[in-house]
């Protein structure tokens, strides 16, 4: 779901970004970025859209998806361990809203 969709489904949404050189780009040189978005709507604290580009992504999502369609939120998202280091952590070590 886009920030539009939601913003239009749900009213008020926070939104979570992040932009990074994974790790295994890192360290092979290369500078190819990774970027991921986390929608929530506000009221809720449920996720509601999720987005990534970069190498992984699907593999990376199919997980998000599962998380999204069952109704998890953002607290939930928050609460779990990430598997370190892979770039999928990212989505349950973004803190700071979008402003």
Known sequence: ?????????????????????????????????????????????RVVGAHMLGPDAGEIMQGIGVAVVAGATKADFDATIGIH?????????MRTPRG
């Open 85 to 93: 280091p892979t770039a999928a952590e990212e989505f349950v070590t």
């Open 1 to 45: 779901m886009s920030e539009e969709q939601a913003a239009e489904a749900f009213g008020e949404i926070t939104v979570y970004t992040s932009k990074f050189n994974a790790m295994k780009n890192t360290l092979s040189g290369r500078s190819e970025k990774t970027f991921m978005k986390l929608i929530v709507e506000t009221a809720s604290d």
